[in-house]
T-cell receptor
């Protein structure tokens, strides 16, 4: 039982390049999330998927797209990377347990855009 | 005004001290509440859920006051290993969470 896994762990991009961050969970959770965390700051929600086949914008969706490929996988795509997207990206999943939604996080992807 | 606000600290306390963190939220429709812990450059991890009746897990006690829209976390007998950032989290709708910016705690020998 690996929980939430993310690939890659580290990435350096040049401005304008594109890439996809991968996330998978093996806990049979319905909901999945993408957050970014800038140095010294809290987590900000980029996109989330309440269930397979649905996605919704979070607080900071501009410059990103997502795909909920199946129940297990939720990917985040940067179409044209910008230095402002330098951040740590966390994927999380949650399922209804004891009536509340507890989130479980992956180890993060550290992205630098030059 | 942010939906979830925390005192950023930092809190610097000696081993064995008792320390309390506070968190306020603005959405009265909020349904569930949590405290997470985040170590430097690591992912957040669930510390405990917060229930209206208050709940305790060892040295940690969480309280919720719905009328005042206020959550607290009390840590007794602080250990060096408690040094981390503590995040207050509020769920306003099923499956969507809002995180506070976190309170940093350093426990010193």
């Amino acid at each position: 039982n690996a929980g939430v896994t993310q690939t890659p762990k580290f990435q350096v991009l040049k401005t304008g390049q594109s890439m996809t961050l991968q996330c998978a969970q093996d806990m049979n959770h319905n909901s999945m999330y993408w957050y970014r965390q800038d140095p010294g700051m809290g987590l900000r929600l980029i996109y989330y998927s309440a269930s397979e086949g649905t996605t919704d914008k979070g607080e900071v969706p501009n410059g990103y797209n997502v795909s909920r490929l199946n129940k297990r996988e939720f990917s985040l795509r940067l179409e044209s990377a910008a230095p402002s997207q330098t951040s740590v990206y966390f994927c999380a999943s949650s399922g209804l347990a004891t009536g509340v939604y507890e989130q479980y996080f992956g180890p993060g992807t550290r992205l630098t855009v030059t | 005004r942010k939906e979830v606000e925390q005192d950023p600290g930092p809190f610097n306390v000696p081993e064995g001290a008792t320390v309390a963190f506070n968190c306020t939220y603005s959405n009265s429709a909020s349904q569930s509440f949590f405290w997470y812990r985040q170590d430097c450059r690591k992912e957040p991890k669930l510390l405990m859920s917060v229930y209206s009746s208050g709940n305790e897990d060892g040295r940690f006690t969480a309280q919720l006051n719905r009328a005042s829209q206020y959550i607290s976390l009390l840590i007794r007998d602080s250990k060096l290993s408690d040094s981390a950032t503590y995040l207050c989290v509020v769920n306003t709708n099923a499956g969507k969470s809002t995180f506070g910016d976190g309170t940093t705690l350093t426990v010193k020998p």
